[in-house]
Structure formats: structure tokens, C-alpha cells
């Protein structure tokens, strides 16, 4: 199976802690939108996370 865009539309963009540098570059999609502009997403491998929406960003 191969991931398209449409089905991870977004890459986390921020690494400013071992946690988020983890992360970053990562394709993920969001599975839901939550209060105070937060989201849980799902990475390419099936690894959930609630993350800020802020550190989102279109992939190309």
C-alpha cells in the first residue's frame, strides 16, 4: 500500500524538544480537531499524537 497526499495532507513542522524533534518532517493526517487550536493526528506508521495545530503544515 502506498500513502498519497490526500491521505497524509500535512507534515509536523516543529522540533523544539526531543519529543518534537521526534517528530518533525513527518507526514500525518488529523483525525480530530480539538479546543484551544489542538488535534489529534495520525502519522504514516499509526502513531497517534495530540499536537498544536500551529505546528502543521501543508505538505508540497
Known amino acids: 500500500m502506498t500513502e498519497?497526499?490526500?491521505?497524509?495532507p500535512y507534515i509536523y513542522a516543529w522540533g523544539n524538544n526531543s519529543k518534537r524533534?521526534?517528530?518533525?518532517?513527518?507526514?500525518c493526517g488529523v483525525l480530530?480537531?480539538?479546543e484551544l487550536n489542538s488535534a489529534v493526528v495520525e502519522?504514516?506508521?499509526?502513531?497517534?499524537?495530540?499536537?498544536?495545530?500551529n505546528a502543521l503544515?501543508?505538505?508540497k
Do not use: D, P
Open 32 to 34: 480530530h480537531r480539538m
Open 21 to 27: 524533534a521526534a517528530l518533525k518532517g513527518r507526514r
Open 57 to 59: 503544515r501543508k505538505a
Open 4 to 8: 498519497t497526499v490526500g491521505e497524509f
Open 43 to 53: 502519522f504514516e506508521n499509526g502513531q497517534r499524537e495530540v499536537i498544536s495545530r
